[in-house]
T-cell receptor, first 112, second 109 residues
Framework: SQTIHQWPATLVQPVGSPLSLECTVE??????LYWYRQAAGRGLQLLFY??????ISSEVPQNLSASRPQDRQFILSSKKLLLSDSGFYLC???????????FGNGTRLTVT | EDQVTQSPEALRLQEGESSSLNCSYT??????LFWYRQDPGKGPEFLFT???AGEEKEKERLKATLTKKESFLHITAPKPEDSATYLC??????????FGKGTHLIIQP
């Protein structure tokens, strides 16, 4: 069966520091991969998605970037965090069009 | 642009009191309507996919239905463990899903 791992579970970082969140998927090949952010009262916002190694599409201009160095690895990064980057970050995968997304358990990021 | 509106924002029920959650959507072409359950501090857990008007899916005390403009999640004789936030989403293309803000459901014993 397929599983998705996301870490760390919680993170507290000062403003201006770098960020790296990692997500890996097991049990499937060539999944579509996604990064979402969930803020209180605002719902889930799609940040990036990838349909293959090295292919990244950005949905929202921001202080963040994403990379997919391997088929089942998706990384969310920032060079300098802002207070507004605080939130709950969720990684997800799907098998392709018309199929549901399956989420990891998220990273709670607090920028201080 | 796809849009999803869920109502009510919050719902408090007594154990055993059945009710329905609403999800209204606007899409250029429906590729799928998805329901998720989210517990506090966790990622959303997939429940159902509906693809065409008239389709219904069931799982334990939950039943999802779909029309051309909205979907309902019916909860029959709920238990306290059904307390969670229920999310509705549309999409299913490579560019992911568009989510509503969810309905926060509390079932009191």
């Amino acid at each position: 069966s397929q599983t998705i791992h996301q870490w760390p579970a919680t993170l507290v970082q000062p403003v201006g520091s770098p960020l790296s969140l990692e997500c890996t998927v097991e049990g499937t090949s060539n999944p579509n991969l996604y990064w979402y952010r969930q803020a209180a009262g605002r719902g889930l916002q799609l940040l990036f998605y990838s349909v293959g190694i090295g292919q990244i599409s950005s949905e929202v201009p921001q202080n963040l970037s994403a990379s997919r160095p391997q088929d089942r690895q998706f990384i969310l990064s920032s060079k300098k965090l802002l207070l507004s980057d605080s939130g709950f970050y969720l990684c997800a995968w799907s098998e392709g069009q018309g199929t549901p997304l399956h989420f990891g358990n998220g990273t709670r990021l607090t920028v201080t | 642009e796809d849009q999803v509106t869920q109502s009510p924002e919050a719902l408090r029920l007594q154990e055993g009191e059945s009710s329905s959650l609403n999800c209204s959507y606007t899409v250029s072409g429906l590729r799928g309507l998805f329901w998720y359950r989210q517990d506090p501090g966790k990622g959303p857990e997939f429940l159902f996919t509906l693809y065409s008007a008239g389709e219904e899916k069931e799982k334990e005390r939950l039943k999802a239905t779909l029309t051309k403009k909205e979907s309902f999640l019916h909860i029959t004789a709920p238990k306290p463990e059904d307390s969670a936030t229920y999310l509705c989403a549309v999409g299913g293309g490579a560019d992911g899903l568009t989510f509503g803000k969810g309905t926060h459901l509390i079932i009191q014993p």
